[in-house]
Structure formats: C-alpha cells, structure tokens
C-alpha cells in the first residue's frame, strides 16, 4: 500500500481533460514537492512535473500540476492517444528520515 | 541530453550480491544528487535509496525493504554511481534505474533473483 494514494485507473475521451488526484499528508505532500510521471507502456518513466507546477523542457503545456495541503492534481487538456500510460506522483516522506515515495500508479486509457 | 547507462543485471540466487553501475554524461556529475529506482515486473514505482553530493556530505538514505542490505556509492571522478546489492531475495527482482536528481533515467538493467 503506497504512501501516496492515486486512482488506479482513469479514462477520457480524445480533446477532453482529465485530472488525476495524488493523496498524501502533512509529512509528504504537505511539507515537500510533488513531481509527477509518464511511463508509457515499454519505456523508461518520464518526468512531467516537477516542484508542483513546472514543466521540464519540452514537457507541452497541455500538462499542468497543482497542489493543495495534503493533495495534488494533474491535469491534462486535449487528449490524445499517446497519453496513455500510467502515471506516478513523487514526494519526499519526512516522518521518518526522509525517503522519496511514489503514488500506486494511475493508469489513463484514452477511448 | 544528458545520459545515464546502467549495467550489471543478472541473474542472481537468493542470499547473493550484485553490484549495478551507471556511467553517466552530458552533466555536471559531482553536483547531482542521485537515486536508484525499482520496478518489478507489471508493478508500479519503489525508490530504492539516494545519495547527495560530496558537497552535501554525500550522505545516503534508503528504503525500509533494503535498508542494511543495499549501498549506493558515488565516484565523482570518473562519473559513475554504484548499488550493491547483498543478501538478495526474490522480491528484489526489479528493473532497476538509474536517475539524476529524480530527473533524468537511464533505460534500466533487469536484476533477477531466483533459484
């Protein structure tokens, strides 16, 4: 059972939006960054978010993050089919030590 | 664009070592922290340890599952991070990555730890 709660699963269609939650605490999301994560299926895991909101290089703004006390959000606009993948948010752990720690993975299906 | 390359996966049987490396390019080495990442087959994500750079202490941290069997080390000098491995079992079998401040990965090498 991972630390950071995430959907298991999410879908939309083509051009819509979907969001996908990441649910933490006070000694993860609450005190630290959140980054989030693309793996399509076959590939190495790619990084999309990072410190909640920023967007690496080359990382389209169709993709967007934000975070609220204890929770952050992806969201993405314009859907297309090579979004699916699944996707992980990251965080420091603090409560004991400090640890990096992943969400369960929520994987987008786009119909 | 930067580039991290790990080798060293194997078959490996339980109770055994391993030693994984990652030659890295392309970025200033010495002043990243680095991490190792896991996956286990059709499984999600698990972090597995990071180590800050020399400036930092070059400390390390690590997940509870390999606290006191795993050691990430560091040569700045010839820009390459190291994870042994020791008294393996068969729940480390895992695609291991390599990663540049959670950043950046490399493309993975399989460790498998069976019988």
């Known amino acids: 059972q991972s630390v950071l709660t995430q959907p298991p699963s999410v879908s939309a269609a083509p051009g819509q939006k979907v969001t996908i939650s990441c649910s933490g605490s006070?000694?993860?999301?609450?005190?630290?960054?959140v980054s989030w994560y693309q793996q399509v299926p076959g590939t190495v895991p790619k990084l999309l978010i990072y410190?909640?909101?920023k967007r690496p290089s080359g990382i389209p703004d169709r993709f967007s993050g934000s975070k609220s006390g204890t929770s952050a959000t992806l969201g993405i606009t314009g859907l297309q089919t090579g979004d699916e993948a699944d996707y992980y948010c990251?965080?420091?752990?603090?409560?004991?030590?400090?640890?990096?720690?992943f969400g369960g993975g929520t994987k987008l299906t786009v119909l | 664009e930067v580039q991290l390359v790990e080798s060293g996966g194997a078959l490996v049987k339980p109770g055994g070592s391993l030693r994984l490396s990652c030659a890295t390019s392309?970025?200033?080495?010495?002043?990243?922290?680095m991490s190792w990442v896991r996956q286990a087959p059709g499984k999600g994500l698990e972090w597995v340890g990071r180590?800050?750079?020399?400036?930092?202490?070059?400390?390390?941290d690590y997940a509870a599952p390999v606290q006191g069997r795993f050691t990430i080390s560091r040569d700045d000098s010839k820009k390459m991070l190291y994870l042994q491995m020791n008294s393996l079992k068969s729940e480390d079998t895992a695609v291991y990555y390599c990663?540049?401040?959670?950043?950046?990965w490399g493309q993975g090498t399989l460790v498998t730890v069976s019988s």
């Open positions: 410190e909640n909101n």
């Open positions: 990663t540049a401040q959670l950043a950046n």
């Open positions: 006070s000694s993860t999301i609450g005190s630290n960054y």
């Open positions: 990251g965080t420091w752990d603090t409560s004991l030590g400090v640890v990096w720690v």
């Open positions: 392309r970025f200033t080495f010495r002043n990243a922290w």
């Open positions: 180590i800050k750079t020399n400036t930092d202490g070059g400390t390390t």
